[in-house]
């Protein structure tokens, strides 16, 4: 029968090694995926801020009968107001047309703060225009 004295441990360090890239693939998904939740929490923030502004019309237009039209100030405060609510960083301003809300939120990662990457950032954009219809 054959000695197996120059084997031993050979199979441990392939169970580390297995188990280090398990460990890293569950670290990219679960903090890939709290990355997406959080995009799509920055991109919904901001579209419901831009709908908030939206709401902003000029009462002396709807009280005469004229058309529907947005006070731009008014428009820009109210955004502003609604991401001060839901605690995310962000910008609104009025383009000529329409609002533009820009949304920014940082979260700490679970996993990949063992690999040096300790947060991510992401963006998130939404728009408002006030169409009349007669």
Known sequence: MRSLRGERGSTSVLILGLSI???????FAVDGTRKGLAYSQATSIAEEAA?????ALRARALATGADADVDPQ???V???RYLT???A???AHWDGERLVVETTITRTTVFLGSVGIA????????TAAV????
């Open 119 to 126: 947060e991510f950032t992401v963006h998130g954009s939404g």
């Open 78 to 80: 109210e955004a502003q």
């Open 21 to 27: 890239a398990v460990l890293v693939g569950v670290g």
């Open 89 to 91: 960083d962000g910008t």
């Open 85 to 87: 609510v839901s605690g």
């Open 131 to 134: 169409v009349s219809r007669g």
């Open 51 to 55: 709908r908030a502004g939206g709401q």
């Open 74 to 76: 008014l428009a820009v």
